[in-house]
């Protein structure tokens, strides 16, 4: 599905994404205003890191496109579509009660808490949430992530730049989404972050866990569970898409580079780590 050549809206039951992270020069929000203005969806889930506090507390960075996405939600919000919102470790200041106390005073269209259950069309039932607190480096070593953030920095310009140079398609980012992969990877590993996913999705007898976080967009089964991870706005541009006839599909915004992953009904077996 190429958002960029839509000319109406495509309506659809979910959207589900994660990690735009407004605020930070980096975010490709002008893609995701794309793709929102490509939708009409009865629910969007927007599971944590919307806004990167860490940039905007730092250095105030916002621009006008960050407006039309917020303009694009109220107006979605004002057309019955249902807006929830998960804080991520970016965006953790919404995860203060008074805070949250004081939205709701505001009556703003979108209910915000940790987690949700989701419940596919087709009877499915998934744990929402943003997944940084089963990364052992973010409940614990927080400075590490900090840090990590302003040295990844360097990279990503000079991927932006070697894409204008070489006229690359697709993210200009792509290769610093093959590097965060590798990282992540060892997150994963040292943080037992799929084990952590799937007995917390057994807890709430879940038939899987939808997150973010990782920046990672993939399906992975787990003994019995699904584990889906939405992707991000900065190196992939991707969201989780539940279409009128109860497909829920892993789309990418460079529908010619990557092809959409189903996840129900599959038509290959996963294979792609959360």
Known sequence: MDFGEISQER??????????????????????????????PEQIY???????????KSRWHWTPVYTEIIDRLFELAEGGTELYYTPGNHDEFLRIPEIQRMLEKCQLPFRVQ???????????????????????VEQNFQWVSVLMTYLYAPLLLLNSWLSRKTRRNGSR????????????????????FEDKLRRYSELHHCDGIICGHIHTPGVK???????????????????????QNGELVLESFFSDRVAPKYVFPAEVEPTVAV
Not at 23 to 31: I, L, T
Not at 46 to 56: E, I, M, Q, T
Not at 223 to 241: K, M, P, S, Y
């Open 173 to 192: 980012y792509a290769m610093c989404a093959f590097l965060k992969n590798q990282a992540k990877s060892a997150v994963r590993f040292f943080s037992h």
């Open 11 to 40: 309506r659809v039951r979910t959207i589900i994404v994660s990690d735009i992270h407004l605020g930070c020069r980096f975010s490709q929000a002008e893609h995701f205003l794309t793709f929102l203005k490509s939708v009409r």
């Open 114 to 136: 940790e987690e949700f259950v989701y419940e596919t069309q087709g009877g499915q039932r998934f744990v929402m949430l943003h997944g940084d607190r089963f990364d052992i």
């Open 46 to 56: 927007v599971l944590g890191d919307f806004l990167d506090g860490w940039k905007l």
């Open 221 to 243: 089964k787990s003994a019995g569970r699904t584990l889906i991870n939405t992707g991000d706005w900065v190196e992939n541009c991707t969201a989780l898409v539940e279409r």
